[in-house]
Structure formats: structure tokens, C-alpha cells
């Protein structure tokens, strides 16, 4: 059974009580509050009777206000963060299914090979069906399913390691100087580098 320190975000009297309270911790009236965050007056007195659930930006804008942030976190307290901006999407720009796991361009699914398409561009990465990811969970129970899609900068270094060790090019040496400076370059200690009149001027005198 809850307690009164659960915060229940389906609850419109909770969430207002918790309005409440962030205008409490900055000492503002609801008109204050209401022009801090950019909505009217009467919004805010609506979320704290519990006629109502802000949206979340709305909330957020409130909780920070009050130097109160929203975090979400699993059943072992740690922060769950939206999947990698960067995942990996299909030719149309749209992401895979969030249910299905992903796999490299080189892991190509059965039934993939078993219906081969021709009439479209090979796709950056495949999804396996979940009656065939659940049968490779099955013969590995050791593996344990994918915590997020890849992005599209891991496939890129995937791709990249698959190849194998690239070639290094090694910009040229610089062409060698042939010093023709006369002797008097090197008597002068007044002058560092070659003197005005020198013709090779391979060490222009420093400024």
C-alpha cells in the first residue's frame, strides 16, 4: 500500500498538492507563479484543487522554479534516460519498433534471407521478429536482450572494425632544403638567421 510520500503522477490532487508546494518553497501567489511559468492564473488554481494534471513541460517549468527537478529512475533507484537521440533509424527516417531488438546491416535476420526484397535499398540495420529474437534468446540464455538500439555512430565503428585494420596515409615529407647561405650568415652573431643580402634566406632572420 502507498504512503503519503508516494507521489502518484496519475493523481490530479497529488500532483497539485505538489504544485502547491513548489510555490510554497518560492513564496509566490498563484497570479506570481502563473506569470513566472506563462500560463493564467486560474491554470494554476485548477492544478492545485486537482481538477486537473498539467502537461509535463508545464510541470517541469513549476518544479524548477522551486529548484525541484523530475527524475525517473528504475526499481533499483537508478535514472532511466530517453533512448540515444543518434539510434539508428530505417531509410524513411522513422525509428524500429521499440519492442524489437536491432541488428547490424551484417546481421542479416532469417527471414530476410528466406524473402530477400530487391525493390528497395539495402536498410542501415535490420529488426529481428520477436518470435525469432525469442528463439536466439533461447539457444543463448546467457544473452540478455538489447538495453537500447544501437546509433548510428556504434554501427559506424562496428562497420569500421569489421573491415579490419584500415590503411594509415602519411602525409609527404617536406621537400629538403639545399642551404647555399655564405659563410657570413654563420660569422655575424649580431644577426640570427640569414642576412638580408643572402640568396637562399632558408632561416629568415627573426622579426
Known amino acids: 500500500m502507498g504512503t503519503e510520500d508516494d507521489l502518484d503522477f496519475a493523481s490530479a490532487d497529488a500532483v497539485g498538492r505538489l ?22 492564473h486560474t491554470t494554476i488554481a485548477r492544478l492545485e484543487s486537482g481538477a486537473g494534471l498539467p502537461s509535463l513541460p508545464l510541470l517541469h517549468a513549476i518544479l524548477t522554479m522551486a529548484g525541484l527537478h523530475l527524475r525517473i529512475i528504475d526499481e533499483n ?14 531509410n524513411g527516417g522513422r ?5 524489437l531488438d536491432v541488428a547490424a546491416p551484417d546481421e542479416v535476420p532469417s527471414w530476410v534471407i528466406e524473402s ?10 535490420w529488426h529481428h521478429r520477436r518470435a525469432e529474437r525469442d528463439r536466439l534468446l533461447a539457444q543463448r540464455p546467457q544473452a540478455s536482450r538489447q538495453t537500447d538500439h544501437p546509433t548510428r555512430e556504434q554501427l559506424a565503428e562496428r562497420e569500421r572494425l569489421r573491415r579490419g585494420p584500415q ?10 632544403i639545399v642551404c647555399t647561405c655564405p659563410e657570413a650568415c654563420f660569422d655575424d652573431d649580431e644577426v640570427i638567421g640569414c642576412l638580408p643580402d643572402c640568396p637562399c634566406q632558408c632561416e629568415p632572420p627573426l622579426a
Open 19 to 40: 504544485v502547491a508546494r513548489a510555490r510554497r518553497l518560492t513564496d509566490l501567489s498563484q497570479r506570481d507563479l502563473a506569470s513566472r511559468v506563462g500560463v493564467s
Open 77 to 90: 533507484e537508478k535514472m532511466v534516460r530517453p533512448i540515444p537521440s543518434t539510434t539508428v533509424r530505417d
Open 95 to 99: 525509428r524500429f519498433p521499440a519492442h
Open 116 to 125: 530477400p526484397r530487391y525493390d528497395r535499398p539495402r536498410p542501415p540495420a
Open 167 to 176: 590503411p594509415v596515409v602519411r602525409p609527404a615529407p617536406p621537400a629538403e
